[in-house]
């Protein structure tokens, strides 16, 4: 079943990711902060929209800026790698209604497939295949309404924190 989330359910920590309520310009989407506004995955992206889609896939939003883009006037593919890693936790955090914030990725495999528009939001659509004691295992799709721009799978391994 899906499950709602109460944002003082998960990442309390200021320097993780932290699940908040609706956002007020994206009714329906949930905003998932990223670390401090001096952190690479904050810079990059600022503040992700979340969604559920169902109770097997997460919704991972980003509207894209004139930074993301490469000479040929797409979307650059790190911008595609760095929202696919980042959208894993976001994605399972949402899914599994649990803190990942002491997760780590340890393996990511992507496949590009089409080039991304600028000017269009774009999505990375998040499933949670299995999950063992300390180890995720993920898969999605990176999309534009219904173009796919990329396809992963991932590994993610739960850490304690020190």
């Known amino acids: 079943p899906v499950r709602a989330i109460a944002p003082a359910q998960l990442m ?22 990223v670390g401090e506004p001096q952190h690479f995955n904050r810079m990059m992206f600022g503040n992700l929209l979340v969604r559920l889609d169902d109770e097997k896939q997460a919704r991972v939003r980003i509207i894209p800026r004139e930074m993301h883009g490469n000479l040929y006037g797409a ?11 980042v959208a894993l936790f976001a994605g399972a955090t949402i899914l599994r209604g649990q803190d990942l914030s002491g997760a780590v990725t340890l393996e990511l ?15 990375a659509l998040v499933e949670v295949l299995r999950e063992t004691g300390k180890l995720i295992f993920c898969r999605g799709s990176v999309v534009q309404e219904e173009q ?15």
Request: proline share 10%; glycine share 12%; aromatic share 6%.
């Open 148 to 162: 796919v721009i990329a396809a992963f799978s991932a590994i993610l391994r739960k850490v304690s924190p020190r």
């Open 12 to 33: 309390s920590h200021p320097n993780t990711g932290a699940l908040r309520g609706e956002h007020p310009d994206h009714p329906g989407w949930r905003e998932f902060v």
């Open 75 to 85: 979307i650059h593919g790190g911008v595609v790698l760095a929202l696919t890693d």
């Open 109 to 123: 495999s992507s496949q590009f497939i089409g080039a991304g528009d600028p000017a269009k939001p774009l999505d």
